[in-house]
C-alpha cells in the first residue's frame, strides 16, 4: 500500500494486474530475512530431506530452481490468497504496465483453480467492445485447451501485434455451456481516470489506483465544471470494477472531498504495521465544494476502491450505491529481493474510520442497486467470487456470516425492468442512469457547506 515516500518503477507497475492489491513497498534486510527462530529447524531439515529424496529417486532429473521455486510457492501459498512469489515472467508483466502501454486485449486475468479468470476487461479495451466480463473464465484460445497450464504462457499467447485476432473460448457462470469470442489486439493505452459530463453531473470512472490517481480526479473534475459552465449540479465516482492499487492514491483521492478526519487505519502482527491515514486536506478544501456525491460500486470493488468508498461513507460525504463490494481489507507489502525476484506478502488488515474491518463483508451500499441493463447481471452476481470465497482467506475479527451478508435480495419494485425494455428506452447502464437519476432529484438544492455532511439515503 503505502510507499515509504518512494517511487520505485516496481511499485508504479503493481497496478490492475496485481489482483485486489493495495501494496507498500519496503526494503528486504539481510537481518530481517536472517531472523529465522531456531525452533523450526527440524522443520527445514525436514525439507532439505525431502529435496534429497526428490533428488535421488524421481523418475526423471529434477532441476533445482523449479524445485526452489516450487518450495517458496507452496510456503507462500499456504497463508493468504494475495502473498506471492514473483520472478522472472511474472514480475516482467508488471513492468510491460510501468507506462501504461502495451499490445494485447486489455484484459487483467488470474490463475484460479487451473483456469484463466478475467479479473476485470480495461475500459475502452478491445476486451471490453467484444463483450468480455469480470468473472468469465477462460478455457480456451483459438480452439486449444489452456486449463491447467502456466498463467503467463497464456498470457503471452494473448498478446500479439495491432490488428491481429483470436479466438477466446469463455465459460459464463449463469450462462448454459461456453461460447467463443473473436478479439482484435490492439495498442493498450491504459486510462486510470475517465470522465465524462451528463447534463450537469459529472460522472468520474476511476479504473485501477496507481499513480497520481488523485491529481487525475482533481483535473477531471476541473474540467468537468468548465464545461457546465461551473453549474455542476453534483458529482458520481464511479469505483465498480476497480481492482485497487496503491493506498497513498486512495487516501490522496478521499482526501479530495474531505477537510477533516480519519480516511483508514491499518493493524498488523508487527508494531510497524500500525498507521492511520487523516484528512489532511493535500487540496484546497473539499474539491466539490459541497456538492453531492453518489460512488457507484459492485463485487469487483476491491482493497483500495474500499478504501475511498469506505472513507466517504462512514464520513457522511458520499451516497454508496450498486451491490456489496469484494471485501479484500488486508494489505500487501511488496518486498524485492533482488532486481528480478520480490516477495508479496500480506503484513495487516485495514479499517474505515468508524473501525469497521472490510475483510470478508466488504463495503454495503446505502441503496442496493443491480445492474438490470446486463441481462447475465443478477446471476453472474449471485455466483460472484468474493474474496469470503478464497481459499484460506483471512477471517474478518469480528467472526461474519457470509451468508448472512446476502440477506438483502428481495425483489425492488423500482428494479422490475428487462434488459430487453431498458435496451428499448436507451439505457445501457441501468446503475449510472439511476444514480443520474437520484442525482437530478437534488437539483436546485443548494450545495453543502465545506466540510458538511450529506444525508446518507437508506
Same mark, same amino acid.
Given at each position: 500500500?503505502?510507499?515509504?515516500?518512494?517511487?520505485?518503477?516496481?511499485?508504479?507497475?503493481?497496478?490492475?494486474?496485481?489482483?485486489?492489491?493495495?501494496?507498500?513497498?519496503?526494503? $528486504?534486510?539481510?537481518?530481517?530475512?536472517?531472523?529465522?527462530?531456531?525452533?523450526?529447524?527440524?522443520?527445514?531439515?525436514?525439507?532439505?530431506?525431502?529435496?534429497?529424496?526428490?533428488?535421488?529417486?524421481?523418475?526423471?532429473?529434477?532441476?533445482?530452481?523449479?524445485?526452489? !521455486?516450487?518450495?517458496?510457492?507452496?510456503?507462500?501459498?499456504?497463508?493468504?490468497?494475495?502473498?506471492?512469489?514473483?520472478?522472472?515472467?511474472? %514480475?516482467?508483466?508488471?513492468?510491460?504496465?510501468?507506462?501504461?502501454?502495451?499490445?494485447?486485449?486489455?484484459?487483467?486475468?488470474?490463475?484460479?483453480?487451473?483456469?484463466?479468470?478475467?479479473?476485470?476487461?480495461?475500459?475502452?479495451?478491445?476486451?471490453?467492445?467484444?463483450?468480455? !466480463?469480470?468473472?468469465?473464465?477462460?478455457?480456451?484460445?483459438?480452439?486449444?485447451?489452456?486449463?491447467?497450464?502456466?498463467?503467463?504462457?497464456?498470457?503471452?499467447?494473448?498478446?500479439?501485434?495491432?490488428?491481429?485476432?483470436?479466438?477466446?473460448?469463455?465459460?459464463?457462470?449463469?450462462?448454459?455451456?461456453?461460447?467463443?469470442?473473436?478479439?482484435?489486439?490492439?495498442?493498450?493505452?491504459?486510462?486510470?481516470?475517465?470522465?465524462? %459530463?451528463?447534463?450537469?453531473?459529472?460522472?468520474?470512472?476511476?479504473?485501477?489506483?496507481?499513480?497520481?490517481?488523485?491529481?487525475?480526479?482533481?483535473?477531471?473534475?476541473?474540467?468537468?465544471?468548465?464545461?457546465?459552465?461551473?453549474?455542476?449540479?453534483?458529482?458520481? %465516482?464511479?469505483?465498480?470494477?476497480?481492482?485497487?492499487?496503491?493506498?497513498?492514491?486512495?487516501?490522496?483521492?478521499?482526501?479530495?472531498?474531505?477537510?477533516?478526519?480519519?480516511?483508514?487505519?491499518?493493524?498488523?502482527?508487527?508494531?510497524?504495521?500500525?498507521?492511520?491515514?487523516?484528512?489532511?486536506?493535500?487540496?484546497?478544501?473539499?474539491?466539490?465544494?459541497?456538492?453531492?456525491?453518489?460512488?457507484?460500486?459492485?463485487?469487483?470493488?476491491?482493497?483500495?476502491?474500499?478504501?475511498?468508498?469506505?472513507?466517504?461513507?462512514?464520513?457522511?460525504?458520499?451516497?454508496?450505491?450498486?451491490?456489496?463490494?469484494?471485501?479484500?481489507?488486508?494489505?500487501?507489502?511488496?518486498?524485492?529481493?533482488?532486481?528480478?525476484?520480490?516477495?508479496?506478502?500480506?503484513?495487516?488488515?485495514?479499517?474505515?474510520?468508524?473501525?469497521?474491518?472490510?475483510?470478508?463483508?466488504?463495503?454495503?451500499?446505502?441503496?442496493?442497486?443491480?445492474?438490470?441493463?446486463?441481462?447475465?447481471?443478477?446471476?453472474?452476481?449471485?455466483?460472484?467470487?468474493?474474496?469470503?470465497?478464497?481459499?484460506?482467506? %483471512?477471517?474478518?475479527?469480528?467472526?461474519?456470516?457470509?451468508?448472512?451478508?446476502?440477506?438483502?435480495?428481495?425483489?425492488?419494485?423500482?428494479?422490475?425492468?428487462?434488459?430487453?425494455?431498458?435496451?428499448? !428506452?436507451?439505457? !445501457?447502464?441501468?446503475?449510472?442512469?439511476?444514480?443520474?437519476?437520484?442525482?437530478?432529484?437534488?437539483?436546485?438544492?443548494?450545495?453543502?457547506?465545506?466540510?458538511?455532511?450529506? $444525508?446518507?439515503?437508506?
Amino acid at each position: 500500500m503505502r510507499l515509504n515516500g518512494k517511487r520505485s518503477s516496481l511499485a508504479c507497475a503493481v497496478r490492475a494486474a496485481l489482483l485486489l492489491s493495495a501494496v507498500a513497498l519496503v526494503p $528486504a534486510t539481510t537481518a530481517g530475512l536472517a531472523a529465522v527462530d531456531a525452533r523450526v529447524a527440524p522443520q527445514f531439515g525436514r525439507l532439505f530431506d525431502v529435496y534429497r529424496l526428490v533428488k535421488a529417486n524421481y523418475v526423471d532429473q529434477t532441476d533445482d530452481d523449479k524445485l526452489v !521455486k516450487g518450495a517458496i510457492d507452496g510456503m507462500l501459498a499456504s497463508l493468504d490468497p494475495h502473498s506471492a512469489y514473483l520472478e522472472g515472467a511474472s %514480475l516482467e508483466r508488471l513492468r510491460t504496465m510501468i507506462d501504461g502501454n502495451y499490445q494485447g486485449l486489455g484484459l487483467s486475468v488470474v490463475m484460479d483453480e487451473g483456469t484463466v479468470k478475467v479479473v476485470a476487461p480495461m475500459k475502452g479495451s478491445p476486451a471490453e467492445k467484444a463483450g468480455i !466480463k469480470a468473472g468469465d473464465y477462460i478455457t480456451h484460445l483459438d480452439g486449444k485447451l489452456i486449463y491447467g497450464g502456466d498463467l503467463d504462457d497464456a498470457v503471452a499467447r494473448m498478446r500479439g501485434a495491432p490488428g491481429t485476432s483470436i479466438k477466446l473460448t469463455i465459460f459464463r457462470p449463469g450462462r448454459q455451456g461456453t461460447f467463443d469470442v473473436t478479439v482484435t489486439r490492439a495498442t493498450i493505452d491504459l486510462q486510470p481516470v475517465t470522465s465524462q %459530463l451528463d447534463g450537469k453531473i459529472g460522472v468520474i470512472s476511476v479504473n485501477e489506483f496507481s499513480t497520481n490517481v488523485g491529481r487525475d480526479v482533481f483535473e477531471n473534475l476541473q474540467k468537468l465544471r468548465a464545461q457546465s459552465g461551473n453549474h455542476l449540479t453534483g458529482l458520481i %465516482l464511479d469505483l465498480r470494477g476497480n481492482p485497487g492499487g496503491e493506498l497513498d492514491e486512495a487516501v490522496a483521492l478521499s482526501d479530495l472531498f474531505l477537510t477533516q478526519g480519519d480516511i483508514v487505519s491499518q493493524r498488523g502482527r508487527v508494531a510497524s504495521e500500525n498507521a492511520v491515514w487523516h484528512a489532511e486536506t493535500a487540496f484546497p478544501g473539499d474539491a466539490a465544494k459541497g456538492l453531492p456525491i453518489i460512488v457507484l460500486i459492485d463485487a469487483g470493488t476491491a482493497s483500495a476502491s474500499e478504501i475511498v468508498a469506505g472513507a466517504l461513507q462512514d464520513q457522511h460525504r458520499a451516497l454508496i450505491m450498486g451491490e456489496r463490494s469484494f471485501g479484500k481489507g488486508s494489505v500487501q507489502t511488496m518486498i524485492p529481493l533482488d532486481k528480478d525476484h520480490a516477495v508479496k506478502l500480506t503484513t495487516a488488515r485495514y479499517y474505515t474510520p468508524s473501525g469497521h474491518s472490510v475483510q470478508e463483508g466488504g463495503i454495503h451500499p446505502d441503496i442496493r442497486v443491480p445492474q438490470l441493463s446486463d441481462p447475465d447481471a443478477r446471476r453472474r452476481n449471485e455466483l460472484a467470487e468474493r474474496e469470503s470465497d478464497l481459499a484460506r482467506h %483471512l477471517v474478518n475479527e469480528a467472526g461474519l456470516d457470509d451468508k448472512k451478508l446476502e440477506n438483502d435480495l428481495k425483489d425492488d419494485p423500482r428494479f422490475k425492468m428487462t434488459a430487453d425494455e431498458l435496451k428499448a !428506452k436507451g439505457i !445501457k447502464d441501468f446503475q449510472l442512469w439511476y444514480a443520474e437519476q437520484t442525482m437530478d432529484h437534488t437539483a436546485g438544492l443548494p450545495p453543502l457547506a465545506s466540510g458538511a455532511a450529506p $444525508a446518507k439515503g437508506k
